[in-house]
């Protein structure tokens, strides 16, 4: 089946600084995924942060970006300078189409910004 | 922007009883999307629905489990007999015309099974 691996449940960063959230997946499907990243403010429900269809490319939002790299099977996460608002939790996740469409997602990563 | 709503938010029931789980999707979206999270425990994917029939349903999906979307009213979630493991938060999800790519979901309902 497909997996996705988050390693770090939780990181504090320090606002200002750069942050690095780590994502890899594993897929059986004979296409290429399609690979996600949502986010869960407090309060709020889960919505989409940046999707990436095609490998090789990348995909930005809000000063967020992550490149779908197929050779190492990543999708990680960074921002070159965090603020406080960015406290949040953040998923990964793999979108494959198959008799409809499926999110796999990793188990999450609660990052906090220290202001 | 576009809103999944989900009715109830918590809901707390004895086992065996039934269940049903409300969702209302974006208005014009015509997939529908259940997702299973027990606590500590990643999202799940649980089954997806479109033109009045599920397409796709994982292993989680049992038997006692049913979605309906009769007349464009809400899209459910029946639990028909309710057992301890089905303790969780269930989210609904939904996409439009545009492509089944963006999931815009709800905030989930916290299913308690006593």
């Known amino acids: 089946g497909d997996s996705v691996t988050q390693t770090e449940g939780q990181v504090t960063v320090s606002e200002s600084k750069s942050l690095i959230i780590n994502c890899t997946y594993s897929?059986?499907?004979?296409?290429?995924?399609?690979l996600f990243w949502y986010v869960r403010y407090p309060g709020e429900g889960l919505q989409l942060l940046l999707k990436v269809i095609t490998a090789g490319q990348k995909g930005s939002s809000r000063g967020f970006e992550a490149t779908y790299n197929k050779e190492t099977t990543s999708f990680h996460l960074q921002k070159a300078s965090v603020q406080e608002s960015d406290s949040a939790v953040y998923y990964c996740?793999?979108?494959?189409?198959?008799?409809?469409?499926?999110?796999?997602f990793g188990t999450g990563t609660s990052l906090l910004v220290d202001p | 922007g576009p809103k999944v709503l989900q009715i109830p938010s918590h809901q707390i029931i004895d086992m065996g009883q039934m269940v049903t789980l409300n969702c209302d999707p974006v208005?014009?979206?015509?997939?529908f999307y259940w997702y299973k999270q027990i606590l500590g425990q990643q999202m799940e994917f649980l089954v997806n629905?479109?033109?009045?029939?599920?397409?796709?349903k994982s292993k989680l999906f049992k038997d006692q489990f049913s979605v309906e979307r009769p007349d464009g009213s809400y899209f459910t979630l029946k639990i028909q007999p309710t057992a301890l493991e089905d303790s969780a938060v269930y989210f609904c999800?939904?996409?439009?015309?545009?492509?089944?790519?963006?999931?815009?979901f709800g905030p989930g309902t916290r299913l308690t099974v006593l």
């Open positions: 208005s014009n979206h015509l997939y």
């Open positions: 629905f479109y033109n009045g029939k599920v397409m796709e």
């Open positions: 996740a793999l979108g494959v189409l198959n008799m409809g469409y499926k999110l796999t």
């Open positions: 999800a939904s996409s439009g015309t545009g492509g089944a790519l963006e999931q815009y």
């Open positions: 897929t059986t499907s004979i296409a290429y995924p399609n």
